[in-house]
């Protein structure tokens, strides 16, 4: 195993953003760029009702580094400067509908409700916005507030915004919404996502079908339209199980072409978000000491603790492996992203830049009570969300030659892409074999690593070569802490048992213990009471070429890189210390950031 190298090197070079064009067959000179394709606007029927009102022209100027008002009162902005891709992804069902009730000029505005919905009195919006909350729930539409004219309008609008503010080569977006699929409190909602400028003429939603496969179907015949589109799937971890089961949407045995089906319309999936994080779950991996991260499963708009099992992408990719087995084909080889769901129109995905995510609901430190309240006993329906429990995060990666719709799409398709919690960390993985020694300290290195074997989001095929060598890289966000460990997750199926290993393969400080595979313990870093941390320790940068020690070569597995940073401030210690009070004992004062890799599947 060689030694992790801990410096910006020629290999950094490799990692950092180009600024020259490239051509789309040069796969060594693909560049890390981050984005969300999660956002929401006033356009949303939810985000609406939380008194938002910013638009999608808003959305794309804080995306560009601009301030925009949040409905609280207060600007938001990036602290980290400009994205390189967004998409605003408000929701199909009732799409501009809220704002057409709210306007005197509508006809809509004279539904007999309308007033209600805009009240200022609680009672009276929650009792008239419950009927929005059941139609979604229910997939049954209201008639009098179905009016798809409306909808079309807003889709038109939202197209027109993501053609105004594309940028090629400087700033990327797509045209998208959310399917809001709903059954029984359990999230089965997709954000959609269109290649290009050709777009249909209105959304399929969860008023047309809750069933994920009927939003399949739809893509397909767009797609043989020309009209190429992708869905990912996200918050399974509130999904009440129902994400990643064993069978389809009917409850029958999944079989190939359901498999086929899924992964043409959803390569990738979203792993970390406002609303918590699905990588995994303690109760899943109980011997993965980091596995409690960011846990939240809560279903949306109940007090109702949703079911684990189902629910948790790593547990979905090893399901897949074991549905292979059996049908010859994986529904969940997928790769991953994160987004941040945000319904502000800009991602609080900073942690000491908090500001919600669910406009005057949680836009206050009232609302999202990080410290204990007086009276919060009290609190019902929407106010009663334990926003504490939700999260800085979080950003989507790709790795592609150019920003522009085609090359991020075509890096969506194959899977090059990777997730964070919110900070801008850059991560990859290769595997292959014959790679020469001290590779990341060639000038070639990323020619090599694509020439000799296969990037994340790959199938790797043995050919009775033995176990292969993984190349990982992770590089720091510039604003952020150091990096302490740099480790890689192995999962499969044997004998219809799912199992799974952690490693270590990096340490910012010292190497990993041959016999646990887990780094030195590392003191802490940070100072809970001003936030303040040490620059000096961490690493800048981890990289490793790795084989796995307990490498099986009958064993079908993914591997997927797991990168931590050093322990910094949870968004809720920095808003305790600034307003004097303690955390509420429930939350952890300290967060390990973190970006995941898309998976490498090995086969014999």
Not at 319 to 347: V, W
Not at 470 to 475: G, I, P, S, T
Request: aromatic share 10%; hydrophobic share 35%; with cysteine.
């Amino acid at each position: 195993m060689t030694r992790p190298i801990k410096t910006y090197g020629l290999a950094g070079v490799a990692m950092l953003a180009l600024s020259s064009p490239v051509a789309a067959d040069e796969p060594d000179r693909r560049q890390a760029l981050f984005g969300d394709v999660h956002v929401h606007t006033g356009l949303s029927f939810d985000a609406y009702i939380f008194g938002i009102r910013r638009t999608p022209d808003d959305a794309y100027r804080y995306a560009l580094g601009e301030s925009v008002r949040h409905a609280s009162g207060y600007d938001i902005q990036l602290k980290g400067g400009a994205l390189d891709f967004y998409a605003v992804t408000d929701h199909s069902e009732y799409l501009g509908v809220l704002p057409a009730m709210d306007d005197a000029a509508s006809p809509m505005s004279a539904i007999d409700y309308a007033k209600d919905m805009f009240s200022t009195v609680r009672e009276k919006i929650g009792t008239a916005f419950g009927k929005v909350f059941q139609s979604i729930t229910s997939g049954k539409p209201i008639p009098e507030m179905d009016n798809r004219d409306v909808v079309r309008s807003a889709w038109m609008e939202l197209k027109a915004a993501a053609d105004r503010y594309y940028k090629p080569g400087k700033f990327t977006t797509f045209t998208g919404y959310e399917y809001t699929s709903q059954p029984g409190y359990g999230n089965l909602h997709r954000v959609v996502l269109f290649k290009g400028a050709r777009v249909p003429d209105q959304p399929f939603g969860a008023l047309d079908s809750l069933n994920p496969e009927d939003l399949w179907t739809w893509l397909d015949g767009n797609r043989a339209k020309g009209i190429d589109g992708i869905a990912i799937p996200h918050n399974s971890n509130v999904s009440d199980g129902r994400m990643f089961q064993m069978t389809d949407f009917a409850g029958k045995p999944i079989d190939s072409a359901y498999a086929a089906t899924r992964m043409r319309n959803e390569p990738i999936v979203e792993m970390s978000q406002v609303k918590g994080t699905s990588d995994t779950h303690p109760l899943l991996s109980p011997n993965d000491e980091w596995a409690d991260f960011e846990t939240y499963d809560t279903l949306l708009g109940t007090d109702i603790k949703g079911k684990t099992d189902g629910g948790y992408i790593r547990q979905a990719l090893q399901r897949g492996l074991a549905i292979e087995e059996k049908t010859g084909r994986n529904p969940y080889q997928f790769g991953l992203i994160g987004s941040s769901d945000t319904h502000n129109a800009g991602g609080p995905v900073e942690e000491d830049h908090y500001f919600g995510k669910t406009g005057l609901n949680d836009g206050s430190p009232e609302g999202r009570r990080a410290v204990n309240y007086p009276g919060e006993e009290k609190l019902a329906g929407s106010n009663a969300t334990p926003f504490y429990k939700w999260s800085a995060a979080g950003l989507a990666g790709v790795w592609a030659e150019r920003n522009n719709r085609e090359d991020i799409f075509a890096a969506f398709r194959r899977k090059e892409t990777f997730a964070t919690s919110g900070p801008r960390i850059k991560v990859r993985l290769f595997a292959g074999y014959d790679y020469p020694a001290a590779i990341f300290a060639r000038k070639d290195f990323a020619k090599l690593a694509y020439g000799q074997g296969v990037p994340m989001g790959s199938d790797l095929a043995l050919g009775g070569r033995g176990a292969p060598t993984f190349l990982a890289q992770a590089m720091k966000d510039a604003n952020s802490a150091g990096l302490q460990r740099l480790q890689i997750v192995r999962g499969w199926s044997e004998n219809g048992q799912l199992k799974e290993a952690v490693y270590d393969m990096a340490c910012a400080s010292g190497e990993p213990d041959a016999k646990t595979h887990r780094c030195p313990a590392v003191a802490a870093n940070v100072d809970t009471k001003t936030c303040r941390i040490n620059p000096k320790l961490g690493a800048p940068e981890l990289k490793i070429a790795w084989r796995d020690p307990d490498f099986d070569a009958k064993r079908r597995a993914f591997y997927y890189v797991r990168v931590l940073e050093n322990p910094t401030c949870r968004w809720s210690t920095y808003e305790a210390n600034l307003l004097g009070k303690p955390v509420r004992k429930d939350l952890p004062l300290t967060i390990q950031e973190r970006a995941w890799s898309s998976p490498i599947w090995v086969r014999g």
